[in-house]
């Protein structure tokens, strides 16, 4: 569904459709998320009150680019990692009666969009934490425990080189 949703807009913005090979793909709070403009009290309200989950999703058609060498990890994964990667990813999203993503509003920047998402945010379920999930689904052997920085994320994880086949 993703995939058709960022395709389709490429098309009817009048830009060429490119395939889309990246997304940037996040999970938090709903209202502090969403916000505008963020408040103490809305990280408060978030931490221990939050009224719901949410996914946002962006299209990137070159990460390096559009993020910079300082945010961007590149690592391989076989094809049974992909597959659980993308299980717990699809899995994160909530779907309808019909079992479709349900879309909320447009996103943060660019041509991003949230979407409702399933699970509960609070101080010890943040979005990094929920990352260190989606690495650990993949294979990575990193806690989700007490992951209250992304920092404490990457810098929890073995990285290991691709193995370009020749």
């Known amino acids: ?12 913005s009048g830009d060429t459709a ?18 505008k403009e963020i408040t103490t ?11 719901g989950s949410v996914m946002h999703v962006v299209a990137v058609h070159n990460p390096l680019r559009a993020f910079g060498k300082s945010q961007v990890v590149k690592f391989c994964l076989n094809e049974a ?29 660019g041509d991003s969009q949230f979407f409702e998402a399933a699970g509960t945010y609070h101080f010890l379920n943040s979005c990094n934490t929920w990352a260190a999930k989606a690495l650990r689904s993949a294979g990575f052997d990193v806690s989700p425990t007490f992951k209250l920085f992304a920092s404490q994320v ?13």
Do not use: H
Not at 20 to 27: L, S
Not at 88 to 96: L, R
């Open 1 to 12: 569904e993703l995939k058709k949703r960022f395709e389709k807009t490429n098309a009817t």
């Open 18 to 35: 490119r395939a889309v090979n990246y997304y940037e793909i996040g999970w938090g709070d709903r209202g502090f998320y969403e916000a």
């Open 154 to 166: 990457m810098n929890n994880i073995d990285v290991p080189a691709c193995q370009v086949a020749m």
């Open 81 to 109: 990692q992909l597959a659980s990667l993308e299980k717990f990813i699809v899995s994160s999203f909530a779907t309808n009666t019909a079992g479709n993503i349900i879309s909320r509003r447009p996103g943060l920047y």
């Open 41 to 51: 009290l809305m990280a408060v309200q978030a931490m221990f009150n939050s009224p």
